[in-house]
């Protein structure tokens, strides 16, 4: 019984995520309020990550757009660039040698995002899914380790975090988020924190 919470929570979410809310305007009933003039958050972050086969902890920072909702004004369409710098280990089997070097991935992302609670919430929490392209980089000296970390890659990832008002108003704040994106060589943990600034609607219903 207690094994299988986890998944009926899960599946709960999701279902609450899906649900129409009757109770929202009739602003709110139409499919979707995308594009420049839906705008609802910019984001700026930094953090750590814990990369597959990289030495120590990457930094990784970012910045990234609310691009509005679909269906309800829980469900937001989320866009953002991330640039990611660590070192790998790697052995040249032909010369006998061993090197570390730096690598980076620069990512275009686009994900949705659900909040938990209605978009007025001093403290929201959330979940992401979505995908990306990752171009990858390297200079090691290693035939090998340079073209798995010279190419262009597809990934996936997920996260859930927290955003937090800050200001009386609501247009300032903090969000704090874990992440994981499974990237081919370089699939990673991440933890991350930032600044938010809120705008259209997400400010508007803003309790007074």
Same mark, same amino acid.
């Given at each position: 019984?207690?094994?299988?919470?986890?998944?009926?929570?899960?599946?709960?979410?999701?279902?609450?995520?899906?649900?129409?809310?009757?109770?929202?305007?009739?602003?709110?009933?139409?499919?979707?309020?995308?594009?420049?003039?839906?705008?609802?958050?910019?984001?700026?972050?930094?953090?750590?990550?814990?990369?597959?086969?990289? #030495?120590?902890?990457?930094?990784?920072?970012?910045?990234?757009?609310?691009?509005?909702?679909? %269906? *309800?004004?829980?469900?937001?369409?989320?866009?953002?660039?991330?640039?990611?710098?660590?070192?790998?280990?790697?052995?040249?089997?032909? %010369?006998?040698?061993?090197? +570390?070097?730096?690598?980076?991935?620069?990512?275009?992302?686009?994900?949705?995002?659900?909040?938990?609670?209605?978009?007025?919430?001093?403290?929201?929490?959330?979940?992401?899914?979505?995908?990306?392209?990752?171009?990858?980089?390297?200079?090691?000296?290693?035939?090998?380790?340079?073209? +798995?970390?010279?190419?262009?890659?597809?990934?996936?990832?997920?996260? /859930?975090?927290?955003?937090?008002?800050?200001?009386? #108003?609501? %247009?300032?704040?903090?969000?704090?988020?874990?992440?994981?994106?499974?990237?081919?060589?370089?699939? %990673? *943990?991440?933890? +991350?924190?930032? /600044?938010?600034?809120?705008?259209?609607?997400?400010?508007?219903?803003?309790? +007074?």
């Amino acid at each position: 019984m207690r094994s299988s919470f986890p998944s009926v929570t899960l599946a709960a979410l999701l279902m609450c995520a899906l649900a129409p809310e009757r109770a929202q305007s009739q602003r709110d009933s139409t499919s979707s309020s995308l594009g420049i003039a839906s705008v609802g958050a910019l984001t700026a972050y930094l953090g750590g990550a814990n990369v597959d086969f990289a #030495e120590g902890t990457a930094i990784e920072g970012g910045l990234g757009i609310d691009l509005g909702w679909l %269906r *309800t004004p829980r469900i937001r369409l989320i866009g953002d660039v991330e640039y990611l710098r660590g070192r790998v280990f790697a052995v040249d089997s032909l %010369r006998d040698v061993s090197k +570390r070097g730096p690598f980076s991935d620069l990512s275009a992302n686009v994900s949705l995002m659900w909040l938990a609670h209605a978009s007025a919430s001093r403290f929201t929490p959330y979940i992401v899914a979505g995908a990306g392209v990752h171009i990858l980089s390297s200079r090691l000296g290693v035939q090998l380790e340079d073209f +798995r970390y010279n190419a262009n890659r597809f990934g996936l990832q997920v996260a /859930a975090g927290s955003r937090i008002r800050l200001s009386s #108003e609501g %247009r300032t704040g903090a969000f704090f988020e874990l992440r994981r994106a499974l990237v081919s060589d370089v699939n %990673r *943990t991440s933890a +991350r924190a930032g /600044a938010v600034w809120f705008f259209g609607d997400l400010v508007r219903s803003q309790p +007074r």
